[in-house]
């Protein structure tokens, strides 16, 4: 089974068994190329869409109808063609001041989660992926924030773009009930090998945060990388 196929498999059954406990579930997702299938099969695949509150990984500070977005990529790949609920969607305004995005996105997640203080939230699932240079989310490997483990979500260039994005933080996407990995492209097998089984070093491996923090972490690599074999959780 394609990595995207048994990715978007894995999100929907666990979205169901937390159907289980709660009314709603909560799913965060991830941009770049790698999903877009995942999108579509979301997109063709009857589920309770109604029940799931949809935020975002991390978006590049640019409008939604950029080609950049990461909204856009999933609106048109999944929500409208699938019908998802508008009212179940919770984007990050990345076409406003990158800090100001990021607070709104805040107070957005803080209001849906009905968090107090400093409490962070927890998603029932989190998708990412990762870059050849290890990074996840919008956390770069030298990026300070790295080391943070408060905060929701924060505005941050990355310097290897020279762009600004809105990211969740560490802490969230150590809190996250499951997450799943979703990595492809035989130039990251390098990253990966190290991301899995080096020293721990997540200022300069990023993905290692969740890796080796996050309670349940599947991995759905393609054939170019699923020698490795991943460890579990």
Known sequence: MPPDQA?????????????ETNPTATLAISGGSSPR??????????????????????????????????????????????????????????????????ERYIHEIREHFHLKDAEIPVFDVIHQGMGPDGHTASLFPGEPLINLRTGVAAAV????????????????????????MLVT????????????????????????VVSRNAPDVAWFLDESLSALAPRTK
């Open 37 to 102: 299938p995942m999108f579509q099969r979301f997109a063709q695949t009857p589920f309770p869409w109604d029940r799931v509150h949809l935020f975002w990984v991390d978006e590049r500070a640019v409008p939604p109808t950029d080609a950049e977005s990461n909204f856009k990529l999933a609106n048109d790949t999944w929500l409208t063609p699938g019908n998802f609920p508008k009212q179940n969607i919770h984007r990050i305004q990345a076409e406003l001041e990158p800090h100001q995005a990021a």
């Open 7 to 19: 990715c978007a498999d894995h999100i929907l059954a666990t979205l169901a068994q937390a159907f």
């Open 185 to 208: 492209g035989a130039d990251k097998t390098a990253a990966l090998r190290t991301v899995l089984d080096g020293d721990y070093d997540p200022l300069h491996w990023p993905t290692q």
């Open 157 to 180: 260039f990355a310097e290897k773009f020279k762009q600004w994005r809105i990211t969740l933080l560490p802490a969230v996407l150590i809190a996250a009930r499951h997450t799943a």
